[in-house]
């Protein structure tokens, strides 16, 4: 079946504005993480949905980050006034949930540039 | 310190190569140990995952972990151009078997020259 989707691939954006970056999970997925990885780095946690809820949002950078899942598929990463230091490759995972090891899947990634 | 320390590389080597990645880290808490590949404008993908100490084969791949040592390692036997990419190296804890965040390194760039 399909793997993580992300929209858009690529998203320049001037300095001030506000992004929205989309995330479609494997089907039947019920675990839905946000990371964000900058230039020459590994990838580093932002958040983790089980469901349609944030069971952990330790990751987020400051208050200009937020991220929904409102139907506990689809979820969007949402960037208020962006800054030039939020330029990164912005990649979302999914996985099952349960017992022991579940792999996550990750998908292309959304590279944001704020100019 | 960052609780996961990768040498970024680069790494160079001749087709055929046996080539040694590894990591250190501090968190005593992490069980999980992961080699992830990622390609050039690509998502990261999972080569092999261990649980705890020990070491796991797949084909040309071995994992090691030393917890006493707080270190692991992927070894690529027989490297092949196609094993150009960054691998990185991830941890988690063990929570109850629920799922939980990755603890990356920095990633080391690899290219095999044919």
């Known amino acids: 079946g399909a793997g993580v989707s992300q929209t858009p691939s690529n998203k320049v954006t001037e300095k001030g504005k506000y992004v929205e970056l989309r995330c479609d999970p494997i089907?039947?997925?019920?675990?839905l993480y946000w990371y964000r990885q900058s230039l020459g780095q590994g990838p580093e946690f932002l958040i983790y949905f089980q469901g349609t809820g944030a069971a952990d949002d330790s990751g987020l950078p400051n208050d200009r980050f937020f991220a929904v899942r409102p139907e506990g598929s689809v979820s969007t990463l949402k960037i208020q006034r962006t800054e030039r230091g939020d330029s990164a490759v912005y990649l979302c995972?999914?996985?099952?949930?349960?017992?022991?090891?579940?792999?996550?899947?990750f998908g292309p990634g959304t590279r944001l540039t704020v100019l | 310190q960052k609780e996961v320390e990768q040498d970024p590389g680069p790494l160079s080597v001749p087709e055929g190569a046996i080539v040694s990645l590894n990591c250190t880290y501090s968190n005593s808490a992490f069980q999980y140990f992961m080699w992830y590949r990622q390609y050039s404008r690509k998502g990261p993908e999972l080569l092999m995952y261990t649980y705890s100490s020990g070491n796991k084969e797949d084909g040309r791949f071995t994992a090691q972990v030393d917890k006493s040592s707080k270190y692991i390692s992927l070894f690529i036997r027989d490297s092949q151009p196609s094993d150009s990419a960054t691998y990185l190296c991830?941890?988690?804890?063990?929570?109850?078997?629920?799922?939980?965040?990755?603890?990356f390194g920095k990633g080391t760039l690899l290219t095999v020259n044919p």
């Open positions: 991830a941890m988690r804890e063990d929570s109850g078997g629920s799922n939980y965040k990755l603890t």
């Open positions: 089907s039947g997925h019920t675990a």
């Open positions: 995972a999914s996985s099952f949930s349960g017992s022991s090891y579940n792999e996550q899947f």
